[in-house]
């Protein structure tokens, strides 16, 4: 059946289903939805709706016909007035692609009213379906941006979505012969690059498509010359989270002509846009031939088609996508795909964090069906046990008090998102406890990044959840944190006596702030650093790391100057957003259901054979370490 | 380096190495080979060209500038002028690419004459190349009809050449991460539709390209539906060997629009030739839709590149093909590809046997260098041990010598290429010592394929080629056998009391003059049936194999009809062309160098894997039985 068949389909049965004043205007494929327009939305129940979706085996959204929604302008107004003034209302965000406004207010319970009361009030009003949200404890330039951007060229992005989703619900004939296969394409037996190609006869689908910002030229990038890959062909991207090793090349598919959708949650969209920025910032003042440029960025962000955890869609003709919390970072996810109804299941961990952090809850490890589960294997060595994180913590805890205690200054190089919100936390804790009493700088992306955290409290851990909803504590908004806004200030905080904290990227001092707090207290034994990440070899963290006792350090000038490393040095392994050994066995042992067969990639190649190996021993299913440009049958 | 370049540089040093008078006109790539065109070619010493092929890393041909041959017409009168009448000649052919003249004699000994005089006289006199062979005992139509295309269509077969060369040799930069893998798209983890895809970052190969000819549809031709095939790519098919398992696709491809090469053995063009037309005659009788016609078969000929074993060839850019003895049928070849100057090397066995038959010598286990085997499992199971060779011969002596001593009559229905050949020598040699004295009639393809065999003596066992050669004793000739002509001549024999033996067509009783055979002669319990083959599921051998005393077989009318099954039923399963699982774990053990990676195919699922886990066990190398679809990294 063609798409418009289905659509017919649908229209018939929605008219003859739904009562008279319902006025239906239109029904239309956007992205993986079915689209019912009416001129009195309102007037269809939930249960209506879910019956629908269960029936056609879509998802249905029901939005009201364009030509009923009152101008934002005046529709903002109107809210203004029905709305109590207590409320605070702060911003009003119309989408014109869903007839939506989000509502952000410091206090949403009174945008809501009693019983919904108010909301109906505004409904009835403006017509467009308004969407209570607390404002944004921090703003953030990367969601105001990425807002802009989707309202301005609403029109285009609207446009993008219904040719997406009738490439979706294109005429195929399943074949009986299916068969189900991945090819590696990048980041298997390494780290870096991870991009998987899934095909099926009628489909062909890029799971994570990243770079390696370690290294130059062609092997940075995915094997794009595998015969089997064509951009061309490609029906779906997806994305498990926003570190570059799995998202970096995503605007270089557009730069070569991909014109297709890029599933992945809210948050990774976000962080993605900030990372892929940053790298290109980054590059083009180190003069690096980019592959792409941010034209590519705003058109990966325009066709970027959000999902929420646990919610099944459509990506391409028998292809279902569902994402489930990966634990790693804000927003990362396992990607679970079911292929030809009920045929094959395959499920892709991403990074994965399977121990509760205090940002997020550990990874999903059940799923309605699972053959084949191909898991990371970044600690997958037999001797990659990491410590225990309760001690971890203290021990970072004590370097604080100590180095405070002595009037000095603890740097902390961090990569920006995941890492520095995680310590942002045990700091937070550390100084209520009065372990410390020093105030915490954040310097380079971190402020960015937590803004962006702070803007989905629900991807956050229970706990944290908890204290934000119903105590009206956000942990992040504590006054031991200062952003850092300009090099003065910078320059103040390096100059003053006060010891402190500070968190500041890069987190291998490969350049940004970090290098800049290091070379000014390099030489007063009263600082401290301490490096909470992997250090790669030739970078400047890895030479102090090893204990160089003087490093020479290029000047603005280009001169070379010589610095003496006099603070104390620490290493503390175990904050790692990546899951140790104990834990990836753990997790495959948790699995439900068993898969009959394991992939283990996202790893130097010793690792992912070892844990390819262990994991043999262990369950005896099928299991392989799979090369870069492999090809696995699956089914 | 362009073709171009690559020409004009071998250009100027032959005409600043070689003497003025030999007058170059012309060189050229023509496949493989770097042909030069001189009107005088007899001036090239053999050690100038092999110093030529030495530098230049190049196949070298010196070959008469075609304005200075003679007519064949005048040619072959004064050839035959020249040589003297007792040499009997019976043919000259003229090859016009190669500027070749094939003088077949009954004596081409009084062709050469003393020290080679009488050759150059001829030489000198027609300018074409002399070269003597013995007039083939059996003239084969096959052979004849390819000779014809390759002489009438001799235009445009040397522009196909100059194609294929200027595409070998075309300029590519050979990367610095090279890499090498194989897709399996037919022939993995089961028997038929063999098809295995080579590729690089430069080339595509395809080694063999076979049909499943006992099933239908979609699934007996290879997984051309492989996201990395694209036919437009293809840089060279080999073929191993004349079965249709392994060939029976490849006029096909040139249906679809395939223009390039075919290497293989010249036995293996001629009997592939002959099987693809037979598949074609009985699949339109049988009225089934065929993916090429007879001018598919034509075109593949044309492009047909024939290679001796144990001659280097460069078949794409920093590929070089070696064929080797395969053991298996006449002219069947190991593939042996050695990629990027010697980067890295894999052998693909197609079918072997490791045992000297009577007709072949054993298979070839030595290469120059191996990184990769890939091997057959047609016995590869855990159970697949067959009978000893000498033993099974005896018995089956003893089946026939009984039953022409009770005057029956003794069918055997094989497949006309390989066992019959193999049979007629031992019943030859039965013949020879009197253990039976009756005449053995050739029924089906079988006289032909002899006739292609008695062609290439070259490609027999030593013990052959030594009673042709030398003792001008060619078995083949033997009194004993009588080809069968006609339905006429066939009735004849099944009617007649004369006790005799029946080779004959099909092998598996599906079809053909077999049928016809058992049909006449199954109620006769004087007679006997030999099946010295598989006999597939559901065929009519399968039937009498399994001991059915009554079977219900159509009439020409189409009327259904009862034939009562009284004569003697014996299986000999010792006569196998392909290895057992003693042989082919004898073949690994033997193997030089021991390879780092083995793969199994060619076999039932089970057979696959028993051999895999069975080399592991023994060998510790990387060992799989790979999935079709599969692709593997082998570099
Ligand atoms: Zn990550
Ligand atoms: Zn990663
Ligand atoms: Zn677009
Ligand atoms: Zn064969
Ligand atoms: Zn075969």
Redesign the pocket.
Known sequence: MSAEDILNEIKQYVIKNSPGNALITDVQFEGPEVVIYAKNPEIFSNSFVKELARIFRKRIAIRPDPSVLMEPEIAKDKILKIVPEDAEITNCIFDANTGEVIIESKKPGLVIGKDGSTLEEIKKAIKWAPKPVRTPPISSETIKAIRATMYRERTDVKE?LRRIGRRIHRDVKLREDCWIRMSFLGGAREVGRTCNYLQTPESRILIDCGINVAIDGDKAFPHFDAPEFSIEEIDAVVITHAHLDHCGFVPGLFRYGY?GPVYCSKPTRDLMTLLQKDYLDIAEKEGKVMPYSSKDIK?CV??TIPIDYGVTTDIAPAIKLTMHNAGHILGSAIAHCHIGDGLYNVAYTGDIKFEASRLLEPAVCQFPRLETIIIESTYGGYDDVLPDRAETEKEFLNVVAETIKRKGKVIIPVFGIGRAQELMLVLEEGYNQGIFNAPVYLDGMIWEATAIHTAYPEYLSKNIRNRIFHEGDNPFLSEVFRKVKNTNNRRNIIDSNEPCIILTTSGMLSGGPSVEYFKSLAEDEKNAIVFVGYQAEGTLGRKIQRGWKEIPIMNRNGKSKAVKVNLSVHTLEGFSGHSDRKQLIKYLRKLKPMPERILTVHGEASKCVDLASTAYKLFKKETRAPMNLDAIRMK
Chains 1, 2 share one sequence.
């Open positions: 993008i014109d058109k325009k066709h």
